[in-house]
């Protein structure tokens, strides 16, 4: 994506056509870098009207992030939140890995677009321009790491209150980390970790919500993909979901930090997408096993029965791959 293109598109976000020479005058550059950088509008999900004589149109507006309606949104101790948002970015999650100490506590970061998104095992996370909301929470701890095992079974619960709340219904939750409606992802949550064993730690929590997926781009997606428009049945405002996401991770996060996963591990077993079903679940280290999905250890791990009755616990951090078993 040109790094002018989204300056372009607030300009544009009146609805009104702009000549390339008002545009380019508005943010100091060259009618030819206005050129090239609306030429890149639809490699993001963004449709312009060109018109001869009369310049450019944006026929439908994006629902741009706004932190003054966010936080206007947060309830109680939420309201604590530091909301940061940026138009491009490589990566929230790296973003905020990288942050120089000392690093704030509650610190969302949100962006526009991020044309370097990740997902679990380093997969890409794909969105469009106000298609998706896409953000990290930076979270300390007083505990180590160890004690963050099961941290992205505690997010899934978060996100699978907050959108039920919105009318998403028969939700399902795929472990360790993504959220299904109708077998198809539509959130998927990054959990990455800093810190001592022994405390204190610190939790980068990166999610990612469809909120419209565009043909073009569901067909460069290889797994089964939807959004929050077709779970819902109607359009979703980016900055009332965001609010109401981190009004949810706040409960979330302050329930695991009193008790871990001992009362949240029922709920999200309660939505298990593959509760009962066999499965194959490949390791890091390219070991198969195959068992029917029993249930969690009260640390978030995985449990399997084979053939023979045996419980086997798998860990997240020690998974490839896990899938129905054909």
């Not at 030819?32 to 449709?47: E, F, H, M, P, Y």
């Not at 997010?155 to 907050?162: H, M, P, S, T, Y």
Request: proline letters at 3%; a neutral charge.
């Amino acid at each position: 994506m040109h790094h002018q293109l989204i300056p372009l598109l607030r300009i544009l976000s009146d609805g009104k056509f702009h000549a390339g020479s008002e545009l380019a005058q508005q943010l100091d550059i060259s009618r030819a870098t206005v050129c090239n950088a609306l030429k890149s509008a639809s490699d993001v999900g963004i449709r312009l009207y060109k018109v001869q004589g009369r310049g450019y149109q944006m026929p439908v507006i994006p629902d741009w992030l706004d932190a003054t309606q966010i936080r206007a949104g947060l309830r109680g101790e939420a309201s604590g939140f530091t909301i940061e948002i940026v138009d491009s970015i490589e990566s929230t999650n790296t973003a905020l890995l990288r942050a120089p100490e000392p690093a704030t506590h509650r610190h969302c970061l949100l962006a526009e677009y991020q044309h370097a998104g990740r997902g679990r095992r380093g997969r890409s996370w794909l969105a469009s321009l106000g298609g998706s909301v896409t953000c990290s929470v930076r979270w300390r701890f007083q505990q180590g790491i160890g004690a963050l095992a099961g941290l992205s079974l505690a997010v899934g619960v978060a996100l699978l209150r907050c959108l039920d709340a919105l009318g998403a219904r028969d939700l399902k939750l795929k472990w360790p980390n993504d959220l299904l409606w109708q077998d198809r992802k539509l959130a998927g949550i990054l959990i990455e970790v800093q810190g001592e064993a022994n405390g204190p730690s610190v939790a980068i929590i990166g999610i990612g919500i469809n909120l419209r997926l565009p043909d073009s781009l569901r067909n460069t997606i290889e797994q089964p993909v939807t959004d929050l428009t077709e779970a819902i049945g109607h359009p979703v405002a980016r900055n009332a979901l965001l609010s109401d996401l981190l009004n949810a991770l706040d409960t979330v996060m302050r329930e695991f930090e009193a008790s871990g996963l001992s009362q949240l591990r029922h709920e999200w077993s309660a939505a298990h997408a593959h509760a009962g079903q066999t499965l194959q679940v490949t390791l890091a280290n390219g070991h198969l096993i195959t068992g029917a999905a029993c249930g969690l250890t009260p640390w978030g791990a995985l449990l399997l029965q084979d053939d023979n009755g045996a419980e086997i616990a798998v860990h997240s951090g020690d998974v490839q791959l896990a899938r129905k078993a054909s």
